[in-house]
């Protein structure tokens, strides 16, 4: 009983193999067919079960073996011209034992539509053609690869349901209306490089492939990733988007290279019925709850595959640029609602885009740190202080010395000395008390202070020395005769403009000493100013206090990203 049921199937598979031979109606060569179909009668070329075989002669200028056929140049020969449209079920290309082989359709120009529905070739593609009308094809048999090189698309594209993991690959191509792939069954890898699209292409929802590979490719409307599932690979190199939408699609995290400078605020959803688009950017874009959300889900899918991928250039562009919308949406609230809660938040956001770009640039939160140092710096610079004893009196100090130098029959050394004279006065008397005990206390005193005094007036002594033998009068400015008066006033004058910019240095060197210590608040007791500048110190050490905790906060992230 066995037996019979195993030969009873041999020949019934035997029996249908025969028929659909029998039925699949076979051109000798690919120019016959051509023109069997420029002749046909009606207006459509409706066919079903064709085999088209090549004949290496007749149809040399159209047909191509080579497996490199992809990067061949295009060829200068005029086009072989189809004037129909065709709709053709399961067609084939060459004989049976070559179904499998390299084989490319080449230099033809299909004038009007062109439906394909099951290539039953397991290598086949199309090299400089030119499809004046739409193309679609639909249940793909093929098992390796439908490939598309050199070829010009002026109507629509369409690439439907694949039964097999095949590999769709478009080089070189000019797409200047709509383009369009979906997949549910076959999961095929997509290969798209130096093609240029002028009208949406769209990855429809639903669909699934394993690979997605994009090079060097140019799309001046909308690419749509929308809803769909990418199993291995998503690679975007080296391309230029205008739009994308990767809403709801399921992307391998570890395996997706998509560089954000190169889609950098071009991230939103659409409207297809009005061809309306929302990036989240403007006031009127925060009106539909669901389509931000819908935005910032994509900001955050990108971001999760650029951590895991440590690609943190990618990663801190596209965290900025989704906080952007983020402030705006909170800016949004705000002028909707003028609470406090939404202004702070708001304003929280401003402050820490220009502090630290969210917290991904700690070099520009230095930076601006240094410029609020600098800015209270310049305050205190004009307000008395006590780490600053002189104060402007320092400056009033150099002219009274240099106004004495001029007027008295004495030198530069002996003014010096004159003005330090309550300061030596005390260092004087400490040596005449000393001189005075030398009998009446230890000896050990007087051995160890008169050394001490001895140091304590040799800096004043030495630069008196040192003033002595620079000195410019030797006199009077009165009493110079009439020809050293030019060249010493210039030697004056440039001493004097010297000591003065020294006094300046040293008065800014306090202002910003007080300003870092407030800004770091590292502390000095009771608050060295008076008046307004005592509270704007405090101000100060609550913004330093706060900015550096953000910047702490900041490098922090950075490293542990």
């Not at 084989?103 to 199309?126: C, P, Q, T, W």
């Not at 209306?177 to 292409?201: A, C, H, M, R, W």
């Not at 975007?236 to 954000?260: C, H, M, Q, R, W």
Request: contains cysteine.
């Amino acid at each position: 009983m066995k037996k019979f049921v195993i030969i009873l199937l041999l020949f019934l598979s035997q029996t249908a193999f025969c028929q659909e031979g029998a039925q699949r109606r076979t051109i000798p060569s690919l120019t016959d067919w051509v023109e069997e179909v420029n002749n046909w009668p009606d207006e459509i070329y409706r066919q079903e079960n064709l085999k088209i075989l090549i004949d290496p002669i007749k149809d040399k200028d159209f047909i191509s073996f080579s497996e490199s056929v992809a990067n061949d140049p295009a060829d200068t020969i005029p086009r072989l011209t189809i004037n129909k449209r065709l709709i053709i079920w399961d067609i084939q290309f060459r004989d049976d034992q070559s179904l499998y082989s390299d084989f490319a359709l080449k230099n033809l120009h299909f004038k009007e539509r062109v439906d394909f529905y099951r290539i039953m070739n397991g290598r086949l593609s199309f090299k400089n053609c030119v499809f004046e009308n739409e193309h679609q094809v639909r249940i793909i048999n093929t098992l390796f690869y439908l490939g598309y090189y050199d070829c010009e698309f002026k109507d629509e594209f369409r690439n439907n349901n694949p039964q097999e993991p095949l590999d769709i690959l478009f080089y070189n191509c000019q797409f200047h209306k709509s383009f369009e792939l979906s997949s549910d069954q076959g999961v095929p890898n997509v290969y798209i490089k130096n093609s240029t699209f002028e009208d949406i292409v769209s990855f429809n929802e639903t669909s699934k492939y394993n690979t997605v590979s994009i090079d060097q490719s140019t799309f001046k409307s909308d690419l749509l990733l929308s809803r769909l599932q990418i199993d291995n690979t998503l690679e975007v190199k080296a391309s230029n988007i205008s739009f994308i939408n990767l809403d709801g699609s399921k992307l391998p995290t570890e395996n997706t290279y998509l560089p954000f400078r190169q889609i950098s605020h071009k991230i939103g959803v659409q409207n297809l019925p009005d061809q309306t688009y929302f990036f989240a950017n403007k006031a009127e874009d925060f009106s539909s709850k669901t389509d931000y959300d819908h935005v910032i889900a994509q900001y955050a899918k990108l971001l999760a595959v650029y951590k895991s991928r440590s690609e943190m250039d990618s990663y801190n562009d596209c965290y900025v640029e989704m906080r952007d919308k983020q402030t705006a949406y909170s800016q949004y609230l705000y002028k909707k609602d003028r609470s406090f809660e939404n202004w702070l938040v708001f304003s929280l956001n401003r402050f820490l885009k220009i502090f630290s770009d969210y917290g991904t640039r700690p070099s520009k939160a230095i930076l601006f740190s240094i410029y609020v140092i600098l800015g209270f710096a310049l305050i205190y610079l004009f307000f008395p202080n006590s780490w600053d004893a002189h104060g402007k009196n320092r400056i009033l100090n150099r002219y009274r010395f240099f106004i004495k130098y001029l007027q008295r029959n004495a030198g530069v050394h002996e003014v010096y000395l004159e003005e330090k004279k309550q300061d030596l006065m005390g260092y004087e008397e400490f040596k005449i008390l000393i001189s005075n005990s030398e009998k009446s206390v230890p000896r050990f005193f007087s051995a160890t202070a008169l050394p001490l005094y001895q140091w304590a007036v040799s800096g004043k002594r030495l630069t008196a020395k040192i003033l002595s033998k620079f000195d410019i009068l030797k006199g009077t400015w009165e009493d110079l005769p009439t020809g050293q008066k030019a060249w010493k006033s210039f030697l004056l004058v440039g001493t004097f403009l010297i000591a003065l910019a020294y006094d300046l240095l040293i008065k800014v060197l306090n202002a910003l000493m007080l300003s870092i210590n407030t800004f770091t608040t590292l502390g000095f007791g009771e608050i060295p100013l008076k008046g307004l500048p005592r509270y704007l110190a405090i101000i100060q050490g609550f913004i330093g206090w706060f900015m550096l905790t953000i910047f702490s906060v900041s490098l922090i992230s950075q490293l542990l990203n």
